[in-house]
Antibody
Framework: EVQLVESGGGLVQPGGSLRLSCAAS????????MHWVRQATGKGLEWVSA???????YYPGSVKGRFTISRENAKNSLYLQMNTVRAGDTAVYYC???????????????????WGRGTLVTVSS | DIQMTQSPSSLSASVGDRVTIPCRAS??????LNWYQQKPGKAPKLLIY???RLQSGVPSRFSGGGSGTDFNLTISSLQPEDFATYYC??????????FGPGTKVDVK
């Protein structure tokens, strides 16, 4: 079955660290760009990080320097190392797979076609 | 950064209604716009990519339109399972790949 399964969430104190994992199955993990997206309770979706097939990484300003995305293709796994966490990092964290489409002019479009169920991170003392 | 806006934040409709959900980008994103549906306690689900292309397996009552800065998602005949929150997301150029704040479709 094609799926993504997140784990590693839990309660962490402000200033602490946590490592999230995302296990991929049913597809060739190494061939896909992967992202993390989070959602605070009752709020909208927030893009958190991305990693390409070559290992290039991207972050928004809100987490840059604190979070690190990585992947281990041999284990079909994606990770998010969260350091110096804050109350505002409390959210459900989803991993998402990127698929793409080329139109007739050769333009490249990408989108999230597969999501995990999410793992809850709570930052509180 | 490109900002995405969705207004209204919620709308009320009845089964069988035609529903249009707008989304606006702060600068042109050409057709680099995706739509997702999310139900409570569930992960988002892709509906539309590249502004107008229907994801495989998504009912044909969903359609997307627009380009540049203004986009819309249309549900031609609202079904009971369509009550949910809908998010647009830009995938143009460089990050951050922001989502809109969402539009919740609820029962009138």
């Amino acid at each position: 079955e094609v799926q993504l399964v997140e784990s590693g969430g839990g309660l962490v104190q402000p200033g602490g660290s946590l490592r999230l994992s995302c296990a991929a199955s049913g597809f060739t993990f190494s061939s896909y760009d992967m992202h993390w997206v989070r959602q605070a309770t009752g709020k909208g979706l927030e893009w958190v990080s991305a990693i390409g097939t070559s290992g290039d990484t991207y972050y928004p300003g809100s987490v840059k320097g604190r979070f690190t995305i990585s992947r281990e293709n041999a284990k079909n796994s994606l990770y998010l190392q969260m350091n110096t966490v804050r109350a505002g990092d409390t959210a459900v964290y989803y991993c998402a797979r990127v698929s793409h489409y080329y139109d007739s002019s050769g333009y490249y479009y990408w989108y999230f076609d597969l999501w995990g169920r999410g793992t809850l991170v709570t930052v509180s003392s | 950064d490109i900002q995405m806006t969705q207004s209204p934040s919620s709308l009320s409709a009845s089964v069988g209604d035609r529903v249009t959900i707008p989304c606006r980008a702060s600068q042109t994103i050409r057709s680099y716009l995706n739509w997702y549906q999310q139900k409570p306690g569930k992960a988002p689900k892709l509906l539309i990519y590249a502004a107008s292309r229907l994801q495989s397996g998504v009912p044909s009552r969903f359609s997307g339109g627009g380009s540049g800065t203004d986009f819309n998602l249309t549900i031609s005949s609202l079904q009971p399972e369509d009550f949910a929150t809908y998010y647009c997301q830009q995938s143009y150029s460089s990050p951050p790949f922001n989502f809109g704040p969402g539009t919740k479709v609820d029962v009138k």
